[in-house]
C-alpha cells in the first residue's frame, strides 16, 4: 500500500491520548500495513504511531535494525498494540526528531532500559526488554499515543531544540 500521510504540529489530533484498541482484527492489521510501509518511506524513519496517519488508536511500529544507532542492538520490526511501559531504569539525552515535527531535533532525555508489555499482530502478549536506541524509539512512539511529542521533553528550550539544516 502506499504510504500514510503524516500529520504535521499543531495537528490536534497529535495532541490526543489514543484509544486502547479492543479486539485485533483485519482493521487493525491493515492499519499496521500502513503504519509499516509509511514508515518504510519516511526518510530515516524509524518508527511511527497511529495518530501520525490520523488514527486515534494505541497502535505504532518501530524497527531501529537499519538506523547506524540501532542495528547492533535491537528486536527486529516491532508491531505494538496499547504498549505499556512496565519498567524503566537510567536515563540519558539523546538527539531527536520527527516525522510529524519535520523542520526541528531537539535533545530528551529518556529511560536508557525500558520493559514493555503490548499486543502484536495476532493480538498475542509479549513482553520484552529494551534498550539504548530501540528503547528510545520505542518511548518516543507510545509518547505519540500519550498525545505527547518530542517537543514536549525537550530539555531546554534555549539551547536543546534547533532547526534542521536544509541543503539543496
Do not use: W
Not at 34 to 56: C, F, R
Not at 65 to 92: C, V, Y
Amino acid at each position: 500500500m502506499p504510504p500514510r500521510t503524516i500529520l504535521l504540529y499543531p495537528h490536534s489530533v497529535l495532541k490526543q491520548a489514543s484509544t486502547p484498541v479492543a479486539v485485533v482484527d483485519e482493521e487493525i492489521r491493515t492499519l499496521i500495513r500502513d503504519l509499516i510501509d509509511t514508515m518504510h518511506a519516511g526518510p530515516g524513519s524509524v518508527g511511527v504511531a497511529a495518530p501520525q496517519i490520523g488514527v486515534n488508536l494505541r497502535v505504532c511500529v518501530v524497527d531501529v535494525s537499519k538506523s547506524k544507532l540501532g542495528k547492533d542492538n535491537h528486536h527486529g520490526l516491532l508491531i505494538m498494540i496499547n504498549p505499556e511501559i512496565l519498567r524503566q531504569e537510567g536515563a540519558s539525552v539523546m538527539r531527536e526528531g520527527c516525522m510529524s515535527v519535520p523542520d526541528y531535533t531537539g535533545d530528551v532525555e529518556r529511560a536508557v532500559e525500558i520493559t514493555v508489555r503490548f499486543l502484536d499482530e495476532n493480538g498475542k502478549a509479549r513482553t520484552i526488554d529494551s534498550s539504548a536506541f530501540e528503547a528510545v524509539a520505542i518511548q518516543h512512539e507510545i509518547d505519540h499515543l500519550d498525545g505527547l511529542l518530542f517537543l514536549d521533553r525537550v530539555t531546554s528550550l534555549k539551547t536543546g531544540l534547533f532547526r534542521r539544516k536544509v541543503y539543496k
